[in-house]
T-cell receptor, first 114, second 112 residues
Framework: QKEVEQNSGPLSVPEGAIASLNCTYSDRGSQSFFWYRQYSGKSPELIMSIYSNGDKEDGRFTAQLNKASQYVSLLIRDSQPSDSATYLC??????????????FGTGTRLTIIP | DGGITQSPKYLFRKEGQNVTLSCEQNLNHDAMYWYRQDPGQGLRLIYYSQIVNDFQKGDIAEGYSVSREKKESFPLTVTSAQKNPTAFYLCATDRDRTGELFFGEGSRLTVL
């Protein structure tokens, strides 16, 4: 069973619409959750981090966390062509040694259609 | 400008050769990481270091080696023992070991 799961896509969204990206994780004790954006051929960059249940907003981006359902999502409002990228979900999972290990999902490829 | 510099950006290697990928940072971060990314896969951790002169294996350390002699530098050697080394290699740092990573531009290794 994968520890951090994302739908690989591709997810196509019209320009100006809301893009919704989802991620589930296996460790109920996880406390830290991150969304990274990766343009084709480039390295990832952190766009959102969330640590508490609920919503966290930053500009057009909103991260949503539901620890009871082990689910974290990223909403992108007013989608722009420049949002076309792969979005990686990352979660700090508890390792077998008792320490936290940042684990990445395989990413969701998002395409914004003009 | 503060940042992470990886070199070379592109590297071609013949089978059986060792290669070393450079990672230098001037962010003054203690933690440094090496990840590997293959098409359609997430990032997989090769090695990490939380302090100078100390490092730990990640999930896929076989065929790789690292050193951490200076805070600023964390080079990765891909040895001939690595069976499938063609990949995109990413170096990252973490200011407070929170998971908020800063990445270098990556090194793309191709084995001919």
């Amino acid at each position: 069973q994968k520890e951090v799961e994302q739908n690989s896509g591709p997810l196509s969204v019209p320009e100006g619409a809301i893009a919704s990206l989802n991620c589930t994780y296996s460790d109920r004790g996880s406390q830290s959750f991150f969304w990274y954006r990766q343009y084709s051929g480039k390295s990832p960059e952190l766009i959102m981090s969330i640590y508490s249940n609920g919503d966290k907003e930053d500009g057009r981006f909103t991260a949503q966390l539901n620890k009871a359902s082990q689910y974290v999502s990223l909403l992108i409002r007013d989608s722009q062509p420049s949002d076309s990228a792969t979005y990686l979900c990352a979660v700090n999972l508890l390792s077998n040694f008792g320490n936290e290990k940042l684990t990445f999902g395989t990413g969701t490829r998002l395409t914004i259609i003009p | 400008d503060g940042g992470i510099t990886q070199s070379p950006k592109y590297l071609f290697r013949k089978e059986g050769q060792n290669v070393t990928l450079s990672c230098e940072q001037n962010l003054n971060h203690d933690a440094m990481y090496w990840y590997r990314q293959d098409p359609g896969q997430g990032l997989r951790l090769i090695y990490y270091s939380q302090i100078v002169n100390d490092f730990q294996k990640g999930d896929i350390a076989e065929g790789y080696s690292v050193s951490r002699e200076k805070k600023e530098s964390f080079p990765l050697t891909v040895t001939s023992a690595q069976k499938n080394p063609t990949a995109f290699y990413l170096c990252a740092t973490d200011r407070d070991r929170t998971g908020e990573l800063f990445f270098g531009e990556g090194s793309r290794l191709t084995v001919l």
